[in-house]
């Protein structure tokens, strides 16, 4: 599914999911920011803090992983929109995985935009803070 759509080996993805815990490694990506940005209480400042951390690059290229269910949507939302993303536009779903346990599920997304205007939208929400940061 992922490879269908142009996932290679390496490629960055965040971890927005409450409860994906190890997707991100089964898949082969490499995980922006740590294992998983979402879901932890106190998520939004957690988030906040590795994302200024992380280049503006990095995140436009990064894809998603994003738990289906629709409260967990706008948590991810929020973390998105640190960087000037939105999962609506910014992001087209390529795939779906289903647990074992027969839980919500989640997304795969993969970035839209181009890094271009990804990156100055980027600078522009940080209001001129640093974008370039050395984390990958």
């Known amino acids: ?4 759509a142009g996932f ?3 490629t960055p993805v965040l971890d927005l999911a409450k409860n994906a815990h190890g997707i991100v490694f089964a898949m082969g990506a490499f995980p922006v ?7 932890a209480r106190g998520e939004a400042d957690i988030a ?11 995140l436009a290229e990064s894809w998603l ?3 289906s269910v629709e409260t967990e949507k706008s948590s991810a939302s ?4 640190m960087f000037g993303a939105d999962l609506e536009s910014d992001y087209e779903m390529v795939g779906y995985i ?4 027969g839980g919500a599920g989640y997304q795969l997304f993969r970035p839209i935009r181009s890094v271009d205007v990804a990156v100055q939208k980027c600078v522009e929400v ?3 803070r640093m974008c370039s940061g050395a984390v990958r």
Do not use: D, H, Y
């Open 98 to 101: 289903q647990t074992i346990s």
């Open 78 to 81: 929020e973390i998105l929109s």
């Open 1 to 4: 599914m992922a490879a269908q």
């Open 126 to 128: 940080r209001n001129g």
């Open 33 to 39: 920011g740590g294992p998983q940005l979402g879901g």
């Open 48 to 58: 906040s803090l590795v994302i200024r951390r992380i280049s503006a690059k990095v």
């Open 65 to 67: 992983v994003v738990e």
């Open 8 to 10: 290679v080996r390496g």
